[in-house]
């Protein structure tokens, strides 16, 4: 298989490119480097097998050159900082949606018709508590990150009505392991390097959500892959169980060895306009078609930490 990954120099971008190859597929990545990185991909150079193009997804006509010959686009890249939207109210039009749009056009003109799309657990917003299935409607995001990911996933919808796509659309819960370069553990390690007394804590600590070890994720999104064959088939990817802000905080402080850490809570229950604080997504629909992680929540979260001090 020749697949084409946008965002393949990223943190689950990479993981992905790693399991590709492994399996002898040839691969593409397409990335800018906004928040990837070549360190990630570099074991790759010289491989026949693999190609690293520099380069924007706003920038149609490269991505239709580049694109061409490949049997399925997996469209990995985005802007990942969900917070981002509430001072750049662009940003995830132009990185979410537009460069969505984008790939599919490139797709289309290039006769290219399998794309496998990055969403997320955003697009259900606040729900009751409730293990979210997929069918779960209406889906009105709070974040601009999530009408972004809402917007691709229209688009690519109407790309299969339309041309006659197929779709593999993941819902991704929070994702974690080496290689992260955001989100909720490296803020903590970051922020308790500076100052290992004092920790600041987004909203209240309880924000309860699913952590998802990153190779689990990739394992999840190629079963998926190679297990359905609907037109557009949807899937959550998630783990039942669930870890609090306030326990990642302990676990980083207990592998990082600190004592008496005082956690300093800036209050309210969301950690940013638009954070979700609560959610479970079901994961009935892949187990059905047989796969499931091993890790917990909890888990995941663990070695993630673990790995990600280990290469601070
Ligand atoms: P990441 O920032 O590590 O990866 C994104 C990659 O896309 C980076 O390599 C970046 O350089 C590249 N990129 C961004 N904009 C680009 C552009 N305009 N042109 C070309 N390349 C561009 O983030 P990640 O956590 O690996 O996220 C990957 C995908 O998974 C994203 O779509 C994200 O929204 C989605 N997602 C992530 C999580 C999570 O917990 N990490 C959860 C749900 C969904």
Request: glycine share 10%; aromatic share 10%.
């Amino acid at each position: 298989m020749k697949a084409f990954v946008t965002g393949g120099a990223g943190f689950i971008g990479s993981h992905l490119v790693d399991k590709l190859i492994l399996r002898g597929d040839e691969v593409t990545v397409y990335d800018n480097l906004s928040s990837g990185d070549t360190k990630y991909i570099k074991h790759h150079l010289g491989d026949p097998r693999f190609k690293f193009i520099k380069a924007d997804l706003l920038d149609l006509e490269t991505i239709k050159k580049e694109i061409k010959n490949h049997d399925v686009v997996f469209h990995i890249a985005a802007n990942p900082y969900v917070r981002l939207g509430e001072t750049q109210t662009r940003l995830d039009l132009e990185q979410g949606t537009i460069a969505t749009y984008n790939i599919l056009e490139a797709m289309r003109i290039n006769n290219i018709k399998k794309i496998v799309f990055s969403s997320s657990s955003v697009v259900y917003a606040e729900t009751p508590p409730i293990d979210i299935p997929e069918t779960y409607g209406p889906t009105l995001p709070i974040s601009l990150y999530g009408a972004g990911k809402l917007g691709g996933e229209g688009l690519i919808s109407s790309f299969c009505g339309t041309f006659g796509f197929q779709a593999w659309i993941y819902r991704f819960a929070n994702v974690v392991g080496t290689r992260g370069t955001h989100g909720v553990i490296v803020d903590f390690i970051a922020k308790l390097e500076k100052n290992s007394r004092e920790l600041e804590i987004l909203g209240d600590g309880n924000q309860q959500k699913p952590y998802l070890y990153v190779t689990e994720l990739v394992e999840g999104i190629l079963f998926g892959f190679e297990h359905s064959n609907e037109q557009i088939n949807l899937f959550n990817l998630s783990v039942d169980s669930n870890t609090t802000v306030r326990h990642i905080a302990e676990m980083v402080v207990e592998e990082m060895k600190l004592k008496n850490v005082k956690f300093k809570y800036t209050g309210g229950k969301r950690g940013w306009a638009g954070d979700v604080p609560r959610f479970q997504l079901s994961t009935a629909k892949m187990k059905k078609l047989g796969w499931q992680a091993n890790l917990s929540s909890d888990g995941a979260v663990r070695k993630a930490i673990k790995e990600i001090l280990s290469s601070f």
